[in-house]
């Protein structure tokens, strides 16, 4: 099943900051979280495991809630490379595949 | 270290004719996916190899799609006969237990 993600899209101006959420409603076992840019692939940001452990990005930072089954990405003092599409991606158990969700449009103005 | 390669990166078939895609992963990432990504929308999952067996094809539609994945390294996922909703841009990607995956560039086919 599908994670939902919100919002949709969210315009900001450099230097502000910004939280996309991600949820679903089956138990996870990992959460990861992607940007692509228009034409380009996904590129991997950071993996959330269940149990606490993260890897990933040194400027962009996560929380992963396994009793809610959320995850939220955070993105400071946002730059202008940080515009693109913001996937979420879920692992249910320990299958290794990722369902990704619909994308969150993120647009830094400078 | 070189990225994950696919081939072609653009394809214009006709419907009905078949088309075929390659993918190189990254050397020592034993698990491979295609996905496909329709425009808008995140990538859905195809296909998931570990080294050269396929363990989760649920979501590939039989009738006219098949891949393979020989000697455990590169794959080919092919289409036949090609239909319109078939337009989408195929992804391959590659990770190693516990980390994030890495895409290639992506094949975007259009079916006219």
């Known amino acids: 099943q599908q994670p939902v993600q919100s919002p949709q899209a969210v315009i900001l101006r450099e230097g502000e900051d910004a939280v996309i959420n991600c949820s679903s409603s089956?138990?996870?076992?990992?959460v990861h979280w992607y940007r692509q840019k228009h034409g380009e692939a996904p590129v991997f940001l950071m993996i959330?495991?269940?149990?606490?452990e993260q890897k990933g990005h040194d400027k962009i930072s996560a929380s992963f809630n396994e009793k809610k089954q959320q995850s939220s990405l955070y993105l400071t003092a946002s730059q202008l490379s940080y515009s693109g599409t913001y996937f979420c991606?879920?692992?249910?158990?320990?299958?290794?595949?990722?369902?990704f969700g619909s994308g969150t449009q993120l647009t830094v103005l400078p | 270290e070189a990225g994950v390669v696919q081939s072609p990166r653009y394809k214009i078939i006709e419907k009905k004719q078949p088309v075929a895609f390659w993918c190189n992963p990254i050397?020592?990432?034993?698990?491979l996916y295609w996905y496909r990504q329709n425009l808008g929308q995140g990538p859905e999952l195809l296909i998931r190899?570990?080294?050269?067996?396929?363990?989760?094809d649920s979501q590939l539609p039989k009738d006219r799609f098949s891949a393979e994945r020989l000697k455990g390294v590169d794959s080919t996922l092919k289409i036949q006969p090609a239909e319109l909703g078939d337009s989408a841009v195929y992804l391959c990607?590659?990770?190693?237990?516990?980390?994030?995956?890495?895409f290639g560039s992506g094949t975007r086919l259009t079916v006219v």
């Open positions: 990607a590659s990770s190693y237990t516990g980390y994030g995956y890495t």
């Open positions: 089956k138990a996870l076992y990992s």
């Open positions: 959330l495991l269940k149990g606490g």
């Open positions: 991606g879920t692992e249910k158990g320990s299958a290794r595949q990722l369902t």
């Open positions: 050397s020592g990432h034993n698990t």
């Open positions: 190899y570990e080294n050269e067996e396929a363990v989760d």
